[in-house]
């Protein structure tokens, strides 16, 4: 456009100079005055066509360099984004990018304490579920950088992928895209589906066969011992449970949600957090604000296993009738399988379902209670280490007899009435016999933790 206008200032500037040599040529007729005009005249022409050939070269140089310098880039941008993808480095989104992959959010998969997770698909083709973490606050932040940092450069066959992260406008909500899993989380294949559980509406569910649950068992141990041993730092991932461990269509097991993670230097041998995990699957040490390790991980691990075989929750409230004032009694599945396994009598503590198809290895399970009986050892030194449980399960180091354990240190406040153990028919989910001869019975004044005798080291 600039050029264009110099263009026609020229045009109108040699117009303008042939005019005056014109009217100097009839005025001056061919006198000594005309031909010193006409030589100014001519000069400055020659000047002007001079400029004009000149500006007109250096444009076309420029704008070769330009569009060269743009395709380069183009292809620079090309190269980045692919290098990105090689590495599985997760993309910046922009809001509108995922308003209309989750097409307004509307497909709701879950909804956890931080924000509700969604079903959505990219551009490419790719479904995604896409968390929403709602608290715009501090712990949002954190929790938000925490899951960023921790898996945007780890990879594992066993760990969920971040495919990318959008930070929406300042103190709004924040937003993690993961890889779609189709099978949901864990819970809704080893507990009755509940109705207003916190599940979506369209969340799969079923009843795993005994040869998936110890696969699945097996890929998570997998998963926390790569987390704990062959990362550069020992990465805590501090929030393990059910809902916390995907499915893909082959049923087999990723640790997701790494918003509670932490790092721990491979010298620390413990570090202080002001983080709680969900209650239920929390060591005793950290209930007790004695700081956190991977043994916490381990511990939780337990607790997971306890539930697979049980294909019920560890803590459920009994039903007590309707007198309202009579005590609370609880059912504590740890100490159940601890005094089935001291008995012998392991089947009684299998998920009834599983029974019924008779398809259980009790090698195997046989195996599986023990390590999870080793892995909620109170003290946190006699939990195995994950590497070791891997080996465990895979059948590859032999499994001791797992020490008594007293369980003194019980998160009664995990327990939701909601939960009981009892199913529509009225007898509880996990073997015949158990039923209530073995229910703990705690006060619920005194709710918590019962401490004496415990040192959590
Ligand atoms: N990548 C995914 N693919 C399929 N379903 C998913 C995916 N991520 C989460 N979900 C579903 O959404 C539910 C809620 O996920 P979210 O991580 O928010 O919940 P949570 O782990 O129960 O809560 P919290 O954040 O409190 O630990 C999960 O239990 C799971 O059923």
Redesign the pocket.
């Known amino acids: 456009m600039e050029n264009r206008k110099a263009n026609i200032i020229a045009i109108l500037v040699v117009i303008f100079l042939i005019t005056v040599l014109l009217v100097a040529r009839f005025s001056l007729k061919l006198s000594n005055h005309f031909y010193l005009i006409c030589g100014a005249d001519i000069a400055a022409i020659l000047a002007v066509v001079t400029v004009v050939i000149v500006r007109q070269r250096f444009h076309t140089r420029r704008k070769l360099l330009e569009s060269r310098i743009l395709s380069e880039g183009r292809e620079l941008r090309i190269e980045y984004s692919f290098l990105r993808k090689v590495a599985g480095v997760p993309t910046k989104f922009q809001f509108k990018e995922l308003d209309k992959a989750t097409d307004g959010f509307k497909s709701l ?9 969604f079903k959505g698909v990219l551009n490419d083709g790719t479904a995604v ?1 896409v ?1 929403r973490i709602e608290g715009g606050g501090e712990q949002g932040e954190k929790e938000f950088k925490s899951e960023v940092s921790a898996i945007a450069s780890i990879q594992h066959v066993n760990l ?1 992928r971040l495919v990318g992260y959008c930070k929406g406008p300042s103190k709004g909500p924040r937003y993690l895209v ?4 189709p099978k ?2 864990l ?2 294949w080893i507990f009755c589906k509940k109705v207003g559980s ?3 509406p369209h ?1 799969p569910h079923g009843c795993l066969s005994w040869n998936l649950r110890y696969r699945i068992a097996l890929d998570v141990a997998k998963a926390l011992s790569y987390l704990h041993h062959d990362c550069r730092s020992c990465i805590l991932h501090l ?1 393990i ?1 059910p ?2 461990i ?1 499915l893909d269509a082959d049923f087999r097991a990723l640790v ?2 790494f ?1 509670l993670s932490r790092l721990k230097g491979k010298e620390e041998s413990r570090i202080v957090t002001n983080i709680r995990g ?1 209650r239920g699957y929390l060591a005793p040490e950290w209930l007790l604000e004695n700081g956190v390790s991977e043994k916490c991980d381990v511990y939780s691990f337990g607790m997971v296993l306890l539930e697979i075989i049980g294909g019920r929750r560890n803590i459920v409230a009994i039903e007590q009738g309707h007198d309202k004032k009579s005590k609370k009694r609880f059912s504590y599945f740890p100490k159940i399988v601890n005094e089935k396994f001291r008995d012998m009598k392991l089947m009684e503590v299998v998920d009834q379902r599983l029974v019924d198809n008779g398809d259980i290895d009790e090698r195997q399970l046989t195996r599986m209670v023990c390590v999870a009986l080793w892995c909620i050892q109170e003290i946190p030194r006699l939990r195995p280490s994950m590497n070791i449980v891997v080996e465990m399960l895979e059948g590859r180091v032999a499994v001791h007899d797992p020490p008594d354990t007293q369980m003194l240190v019980v998160d009664l406040l995990s327990i939701n009435d909601d939960e009981s153990g009892i199913v529509e028919d009225g007898t509880p989910r996990f073997g015949p016999k158990a039923k209530r001869k073995n229910d703990v019975e705690f006060s619920v004044s005194a709710y918590s933790i019962t401490l004496s005798g415990y040192s959590g080291r």
């Open positions: 998969l879950g909804k956890g304490a931080s924000g509700s997770v579920a968390k969920v993961y890889e779609f899993f949901g989380s819970d809704n916190s599940s979506g969340q929030d449970k809902e916390n995907l997701s949600d918003g969900t």
